[in-house]
């Protein structure tokens, strides 16, 4: 049975307010990179991107992020900018779902390797189940949920939707 957490009207409101809290923490930046993990995380921050462009006139930039979601050990990590694009720049890895947190650790640790002004993160649902020390600096909305239960988050046109199995 699904139960929905979050519907479309209130995750436009969740993407709005996450855009505002990126455009504060930068608003003397003149270029911000939005990196999405590929899949959920960069269409959603596709969404991200979309609003900051009306509301910043910061440059903002939008890198794929690429891994093996179930090894990104030996995967490795891969953008669609070279290292030197993101060099003193402020960057923020956006993901949909932070879970165990593996993605989003691998993510960070790619993006250390090079000098960075600023590497914040952001997620559309935070649940708490963290195997790694990795957090959401800008959470959509924070879920206890069980080991057993998966969210499951959907961006279709007009009817994103976030649901619970």
């Known amino acids: 049975m699904q139960q929905t957490i979050l519907s479309h009207q209130q995750i436009q409101h969740k993407i709005e307010r996450i855009a505002y809290q990126i455009y504060e923490a930068n608003v003397y930046e003149t270029e911000i990179i939005i990196a999405g993990i590929e899949g959920g995380g960069l269409q959603f921050a596709k969404k991200i991107v979309a609003k900051l462009k009306k509301i910043t ?19 490795g990590v891969t953008t669609s900018l070279t290292d030197e694009e993101f060099v003193n720049k402020s ?30 993160t952001a997620v559309l649902v935070n649940r708490n189940h963290k195997k790694y020390p990795v957090k959401a600096d800008y959470k959509g909305i924070s879920l206890s949920t069980s080991l057993q239960e998966h969210v499951n988050v959907l961006f279709e046109t007009k009817n994103d939707r976030v649901f619970l199995d």
Do not use: R, W
């Not at 923020?92 to 914040?120: A, E, R």
């Open 57 to 75: 006139e910061a440059k903002i930039v939008l890198c794929k992020l690429s891994m093996d979601k179930k090894d990104p050990l030996s995967s």
């Open 91 to 120: 960057v923020v890895i956006v993901d949909d779902v932070l879970n165990s947190g593996t993605t989003l650790i691998y993510g960070v640790h790619h993006f250390l390797k090079t000098p960075l002004k600023q590497l914040k």
